[in-house]
């Protein structure tokens, strides 16, 4: 079955410890891509990645990091999460390859909702 | 900065009419757009994608237009059900982001 994992679902930690939220596609997409949606503002991208080894900030990627070392991954790192920083997180990925297959449709992951206390 | 606005955040309608929903967006050339649905807990889910040189296109019970003059996307959902009650949202894409409006949440009434 075609999909976007996203691990873990669920998680609560504290202000500065250092988390990572996994992402994992097996459509073999090149074009990957994380949001954060929060109430009333929508989806805001972080980080996308047109292929590996190649990632570019979207609109909101300050205190995030990302890495592509492999083309079916794309983990969101949290180095010093912050309160602000909560929120339901979402991976997505696309075929890419060129601009007008990027942006064709975007699979969405289930998502990761993330507290920082 | 480019901003993307949905016409309202709720629409609630009567089983068997049609929902139109408006999007807008200014500062901004998208070369294309999407509509997604998303339900609650859940990821977004593609429905529609119009090009900047198509007026509209069509899917099922569903109708997207792209009116580049006036900035603005229409979206239609026609003989509506309650199975179509979820929040919908537009996103453009431009220079490799797709960027989305905050969504408007649609309930039909049996």
């Known amino acids: 079955e075609a999909q976007v994992t996203q691990n873990p679902r669920y998680l609560i930690t504290v202000t500065g410890k250092k988390l990572t939220v996994t992402c994992s596609q097996n459509?073999?997409?090149?074009?990957m891509s994380w949001y954060r949606q929060d109430p009333g503002l929508g989806l805001r991208q972080i980080y996308y990645?047109?292929?590996?080894?190649?990632?570019d900030k979207g609109d909101v990627p300050e205190g995030y990091k990302v890495s592509r070392k492999e083309k079916r991954n794309f983990p969101l790192i949290l180095e010093s999460p912050s309160p602000n920083q909560t929120s339901l997180y979402f991976c997505?990925?696309?075929?890419?390859?060129?601009?007008?297959?990027?942006?064709?449709?975007?699979?969405f992951g289930e998502g990761s909702r993330l507290t920082v206390l | 900065s480019q901003k993307i606005e949905q016409n309202s955040e709720a629409l609630n309608i009567q089983e068997g009419k049609t929902a139109t929903l408006t999007c807008n967006y200014t500062?901004?050339?998208?070369?294309?757009l999407q509509w997604y649905r998303q339900d609650p807990g859940r990821g977004p889910v593609f429905l529609l994608l119009i090009r900047e040189n198509e007026k509209e296109k069509r899917k099922e019970r569903l109708k997207v237009t792209f009116d580049t003059t006036l900035k603005q996307s229409l979206f239609h959902i026609t003989a509506s059900q309650p199975a179509d009650s979820a929040t919908y949202l537009c996103a453009f894409f431009n220079d490799y982001k797709l960027s989305f409006g905050a969504g408007t949440t649609v309930t039909v009434r049996a």
């Open positions: 459509m073999n997409h090149e074009y």
């Open positions: 997505a990925s696309s075929f890419g390859g060129s601009y007008s297959t990027v942006a064709g449709e975007l699979f």
């Open positions: 500062n901004y050339s998208p070369a294309y």
């Open positions: 990645s047109m292929n590996v080894e190649v990632t």
